[in-house]
């Protein structure tokens, strides 16, 4: 008897959406001729993320993260995800003629998630890649006079001090597309999630 590995789940692409509905991110695993298709495809599936959160969520209970299937069109499947910062992630797969299990997309989408959260989770996100650290003018004279244990008067260094309201602060509305599109992390976690499902790793 001859045994059949199963199907590979034949990702399409991948668009995140930010709160409000703008692209975040769009990524086609089939060729980057197929972004801005697949980003019109994936866009016609807010419509329906927004009913889907409508009917499943009410004020003491919050809508799942998991939205399941969204709709069928052009040999693909569409499934949605909203974090819980309500940042949507729209996934599309190849239709094949095996079952899709909820659990399997489910994985995607939290794996998709973690990558998320690791890359804008540095603090040093929102620095421009040209910044350089300079030393300012004002760091020599925050310098407190210290005397050392052999009596020579010395300066101890101190940075100024950031407000905290400014430190570390960012909601889901402050992170950029460009962020997610300049992170060779992100795109490589990105490429590796779609090359292990579609049989290529």
Request: proline share 6%; charged share 20%; aromatic share 8%.
């Given at each position: 008897?001859?045994?059949?590995?199963?199907n590979?789940?034949?990702?399409?692409?991948?668009?995140?959406?930010s709160?409000?509905?703008?692209?975040l991110?769009?990524?086609?695993f089939?060729?980057?001729?197929?972004?801005l298709?697949?980003?019109h495809?994936?866009?016609?599936a807010?419509?329906v993320i927004?009913?889907?959160?409508?009917?499943?969520?009410?004020p003491?209970?919050?809508?799942?993260?998991y939205l399941?299937?969204?709709?069928?069109?052009?040999?693909?499947?569409?499934?949605?995800?909203?974090?819980?910062?309500?940042i949507?992630?729209?996934?599309s797969?190849?239709?094949?003629?095996a079952m899709i299990?909820?659990?399997?997309?489910?994985?995607?989408?939290?794996?998709?998630?973690?990558?998320?959260l690791n890359i804008?989770?540095n603090?040093?996100l929102?620095?421009p890649s040209?910044?350089q650290?300079?030393?300012?003018p004002?760091?020599?004279?925050n310098?407190?006079p210290i005397?050392?244990?052999?009596g020579?008067t010395?300066?101890?260094k101190r940075?100024?001090?950031?407000?905290?309201n400014?430190?570390?602060a960012?909601?889901?509305?402050?992170?950029?597309?460009?962020w997610?599109k300049?992170?060779m992390r992100?795109k490589?976690?990105?490429e590796?999630?779609?090359?292990m499902?579609?049989g290529?790793a």
């Amino acid at each position: 008897m001859e045994t059949r590995a199963p199907n590979p789940l034949h990702l399409t692409s991948l668009t995140i959406l930010s709160p409000s509905n703008s692209p975040l991110y769009v990524h086609s695993f089939t060729g980057p001729e197929d972004e801005l298709r697949h980003y019109h495809l994936s866009h016609a599936a807010v419509d329906v993320i927004e009913e889907r959160i409508v009917m499943t969520s009410s004020p003491t209970k919050p809508a799942e993260s998991y939205l399941g299937l969204l709709f069928c069109m052009e040999d693909m499947a569409f499934y949605g995800f909203q974090t819980t910062t309500k940042i949507r992630m729209v996934l599309s797969i190849a239709l094949v003629d095996a079952m899709i299990k909820d659990a399997d997309i489910v994985a995607i989408f939290r794996s998709i998630h973690n990558l998320l959260l690791n890359i804008t989770s540095n603090p040093f996100l929102s620095l421009p890649s040209s910044f350089q650290a300079k030393l300012s003018p004002r760091y020599i004279e925050n310098q407190e006079p210290i005397i050392s244990t052999d009596g020579k008067t010395e300066r101890s260094k101190r940075n100024v001090s950031i407000p905290d309201n400014k430190m570390f602060a960012l909601n889901p509305e402050e992170i950029r597309g460009e962020w997610l599109k300049d992170s060779m992390r992100f795109k490589v976690g990105i490429e590796r999630i779609g090359g292990m499902l579609n049989g290529r790793a």
